[in-house]
């Protein structure tokens, strides 16, 4: 199935679930009702931004709107070389491997990062709902949050809520290698 039908599909399946109109959906995620409706139609596929604040209203996952409930699994073992790509993947500036594809609507995402020479996240800050946790394993990466930088060397780790301005950017004279893991921002 086309990647944009099978989210729509599962987003006009769990609003309707969830006893939602269209409206209701916009107005609870941020997202405008026209583009819902063209989600739901498989005319739009969605940012991960837009999929984060969707997921945000039913406590689901990105993966949760992008994976086929029959090519999941409840335990995933992968071996390196094996591991998917990620929606983050960039060939300019990264290399994603995904510890999580596969898992049945996990709450978190992990995946190994490989960033290239002066790879970057942008010169712009990102900001999205949920928690990040960043393990450096190799290099070295400048990560600046809500206007504080900070510069990990392999073994240091720094966790922050995402909805906080950040921009990332490889300091090291070769690629930089990170353990990544987001968690979109759950309701209690």
Not at 103 to 116: A, E, G, N, V, Y
Not at 142 to 156: C, H, K, M, S, V
Request: net charge negative; hydrophobic share 35%; proline share 4%.
């Amino acid at each position: 199935m086309q990647l944009n039908k099978l989210i729509g599909k599962k987003l006009k399946a769990i609003r309707l679930k969830n006893d939602l109109t269209i409206m209701d959906l916009a107005q609870q995620s941020r997202v405008s009702s026209n583009m819902i409706s063209r989600i739901e139609r498989g005319l739009a596929t969605p940012s991960v931004e837009i999929l984060l604040k969707l997921g945000e209203v039913f406590d689901k996952s990105i993966n949760y709107f992008v994976e086929e409930i029959e090519t999941t699994h409840e335990i995933v073992f992968s071996k390196p070389g094996e591991r998917a790509r990620t929606v983050f993947d960039d060939e300019r500036y990264l290399q994603t491997e995904s510890f999580t594809t596969g898992l049945r609507d996990p709450h978190f995402t992990s995946f190994l990062c490989t960033i290239k020479v002066h790879g970057c996240s942008g010169s712009e800050d990102m900001y999205h709902p949920g928690d990040e946790l960043i393990y450096l394993l190799e290099g070295q990466l400048r990560i600046t949050i809500a206007n504080e930088t900070f510069l990990l060397n392999p073994g240091d780790s720094l966790s922050f809520k995402s909805h906080l301005p950040h921009r990332w950017q490889n300091t090291f004279a070769g690629e930089t290698r990170v353990l990544w893991t987001l968690s979109p921002y759950t309701t209690i």
